[in-house]
Structures are given as C-alpha cells and as structure tokens.
C-alpha cells in the first residue's frame, strides 16, 4: 500500500477534529446522517479562514426517528456552513483543504465517529485527493443530483415535526447505526398537511389521492383542472405544479427518481 494511503478504524473524532483544525480553506463532508453534538465540536474547531461545504440526505423521517438531527443542520447554517442534500446519498467523504481525503463508513455522528467499529482509508495522495475533491465539487454543484438547504427548508420541517406524533422507541441491543434506516415519514400524511400551506398544502394533497408510493409527472398533472378552479387566476398551472413537486422535494417529502417520476416518503 502506499505511504500515502493508510487503513483508519474507529473511534478516530480526535484525529478528525485534528485535520479540522489544520484546515485553513475548505472543508467538505458527505453524510447522509448528522448529530448536533459532532456538528457543534466541529463547527467550535473549524479555523474561521475555513470553509464547510455539507452534503446531507435530508428526509423528514431521519429526523424524526432521530437519525439526524434538524438542529445540527440548523447550527450548520448559522455559522455560514453551505448546505446541500442528495436524497439517494449513502457515502461518507471527509475532505480536508484538497491534503486529505478520508473515504469511510463512519457517519458525522458520535456513533460513527466515536462509538461504532468503522473503516475506511486515508489518503494524502495530492492527484487522488485533488480527483476525490472534484468528483465532490461536481456533485455538491449539480442541481439535478443536489438541492440547497436554506433556514426556510429547516423551519418547514420542524414544523411538520412538531405537528407529528411523538416517536415510539423500542430498544433494539444488536442496532447498528445506519443500518438501513427506513426513509419513509412514519406519521403520515397528517403531520405534513398541517405544516403546509397554499399552492404547497394543495399540490401534496392531489399526491396523497394518487395510488401507491410512486408517481410520474403526468400523474400530478391529471389535478390540473381541480387546481386551475381553486386558483382561477394563475395561467400557468402546470409550472405551478412542476414547482411545488421540486419544493416537496427539497424538503425531504418527495423524491426524484429520475425521467419524470416521483416517490412519496410519507
């Protein structure tokens, strides 16, 4: 193996924290899953010169199982943290300043970093880490696979948590975290529908009439008319309905597929 290349098992958020603090311009991190406590220690430890570009998955049933954490998202963005989701994102990527890449199992959580067994590989290699980086760049840039998370996508959601019911925990001893979390929104459509409003609360309510867990655009387009008679003065009702599906989607309540179809994640 070369010197450049080394096995890394955890625990290993010290040595993490370290290549944080090392970092003067910009730190990049893909986790589908993220905990308040991780978040706040990296953020206290990030040199001010540094940037963090976050990549996360954001769906409204992690957190309300508590697989992630709305506030860490939050604590993210106020300290000037760019935030981006990729609803299909399952690698964990930690880039330090184009030095360092770590490619690992471990999520930025404290039981990826701290708790669990997890492996991975640390690499110094300046051409691999400078290809690893861009392959992020692309990605965290691309609006087709990405989407920006703003406070407004945060607040929307803890709204719709806080109208959900409280979640009922069972103990399972042998869990893993991130061991094939389920993403579909446990409550339901309820919870969704008393945080939403407008052209928002009445595209989600023509999906909730739709059969099934997936849907095509087409599908949503044949509510046209009922749309049309509840807001006689919009024109352009098809936009309006190919808007609020990217909105539903940004929030964690829907999710591409790809070639004009949806899946409901509630």
Do not use: C
């Amino acid at each position: 193996m070369s010197p450049n290349i080394s096995r890394i098992t955890g625990p290993f958020f010290s040595e993490l924290l370290g290549w944080v603090r090392e970092s003067t311009d910009t730190i990049r991190i893909a986790s589908p899953f993220v905990k308040e406590g991780v978040v706040r220690e990296v953020i206290q430890t990030k040199p001010g010169s540094a940037r963090l570009r976050y990549l996360n998955s954001f769906k409204l049933q992690y957190f309300y199982s508590g697989a992630s954490d709305i506030a860490a998202i939050s604590a993210l963005l106020d300290a000037g943290s760019e935030v981006r989701s990729m609803q299909r994102l399952h690698a964990k990527l930690y880039i330090f300043d184009e030095s360092r890449a770590l490619i690992t199992s471990a999520n930025l959580t404290r039981g990826g970093l701290i708790s669990n067994y997890e492996y991975g590989v640390l690499i110094s290699e300046t051409p691999l880490v400078r290809a690893i980086t861009d392959d992020f760049d692309q990605l965290f840039a691309s609006d087709e696979e990405t989407s920006t998370i703003t406070k407004e996508h945060v607040e929307q959601a803890s709204t719709i948590l806080q109208s959900a019911p409280p979640k009922v925990t069972v103990q399972f001893p042998t869990a893993v975290e991130g061991a094939e979390t389920p993403d579909t929104f446990a409550p339901g459509s309820a919870p969704i529908e008393a945080g939403l409003s407008g052209w928002k609360l009445s595209v989600f309510q023509s999906l909730v009439q739709i059969p099934g867990s997936e849907f095509s655009l087409d599908d949503a387009y044949r509510f046209e008319s009922d749309l049309q008679a509840k807001y006689p003065q919009n024109r352009f009702v098809r936009d309006k309905i190919r808007q609020q599906l990217q909105y539903l989607r940004d929030h964690g309540i829907l999710e591409f597929l790809g070639n004009g179809h949806y899946r409901k994640l509630w």
